[in-house]
């Protein structure tokens, strides 16, 4: 069975600095999709970023950067110049196939992230 | 924008009472989703719907049953509510064209105490 792991329950970072939430993930398959969700405290699941497995660049979306490391089955997720709006919950999140061909996710068990002033 | 949207965002219910958790999705969206949230056990899936009166058991199915009588409704129904039902519920729906990097959109959440 796929689990996907998140080992920091909660982490804080000064506002302007880099912080890193780390995900690792077991899986058997081959071809898979990853992903990182932010919950800020409306409670509203953000998408933050993407990567398809079989691609070998890391996925970027302006200051969100993965470090997705296939062998070692690891998708870290990188924020660089910390915002106080960064301040919630991050889910990592892997993509499996059911037997209906209906995709769906498995989560992480989150990482409480806290931007400081 | 697509917008998911669920009923109630606090809900307050007795032991044994039959309750049903509502979503809705205006984008036409052929999948739907009911997730659970607890602290330290992240996002489980309880059921899904693949398309209009279909559906296929999630990772902890027991307890609950679900209704998707049109697509754009997903409901969520637990026969016997148990304090070990307390949790966050969350729902979310999502496009099947567009590959499998479609992503999901989520509603805001019910928060349900079962008392």
């Known amino acids: 069975a796929q689990t996907v792991t998140q080992s920091q329950p909660e982490m804080s970072v000064q506002e302007a600095e880099t912080v890193t939430l780390s995900c690792t993930y077991d899986?058997?398959?081959?071809?898979?999709?990853l992903f990182w969700y932010k919950q800020p405290p409306s409670r509203q699941m953000i998408l933050v970023i993407r990567?398809?497995?079989?691609?070998?660049q890391n996925a970027t979306e302006n200051r969100f950067s993965v470090n997705f490391q296939k062998a070692a089955k690891s998708f870290s997720l990188k924020i660089s110049d910390s915002q106080l709006g960064d301040t919630a919950m991050y889910f990592c999140?892997?993509?499996?196939?059911?037997?209906?061909?209906?995709?769906?996710?498995?989560f992480g068990t989150g990482t409480r992230l806290k931007v400081l002033a | 924008d697509v917008k998911v949207t669920q009923s109630s965002r606090y809900l307050v219910k007795r032991t044994g009472e039959k309750v049903f958790l509502e979503c809705v999705q205006d984008?036409?969206?052929?999948?739907m989703f009911w997730y659970r949230q607890d602290p330290g056990l992240g996002l489980r899936l309880i059921y899904f719907s693949y398309d209009v009166k279909m559906k296929e058991k999630g990772d902890i199915p027991e307890g609950y049953s679900v209704s998707r009588e049109k697509k754009e409704r997903f409901s969520l129904i637990l026969e016997s509510a148990s304090t070990n039902q307390t949790s966050m519920y969350l729902c979310?729906?999502?496009?099947?064209?567009?590959?499998?990097?479609?992503?999901?959109?989520f509603g805001q959440g019910t928060r349900l105490t079962v008392v």
């Open positions: 979310a729906s999502r496009q099947t064209g567009g590959g499998v990097t479609t992503e999901a959109f």
């Open positions: 999140a892997f993509m499996k196939g059911s037997t209906s061909g209906t995709y769906k996710y498995i």
């Open positions: 990567q398809e497995a079989y691609k070998q």
């Open positions: 899986t058997s398959e081959n071809n898979y999709y």
């Open positions: 984008m036409d969206h052929e999948n």
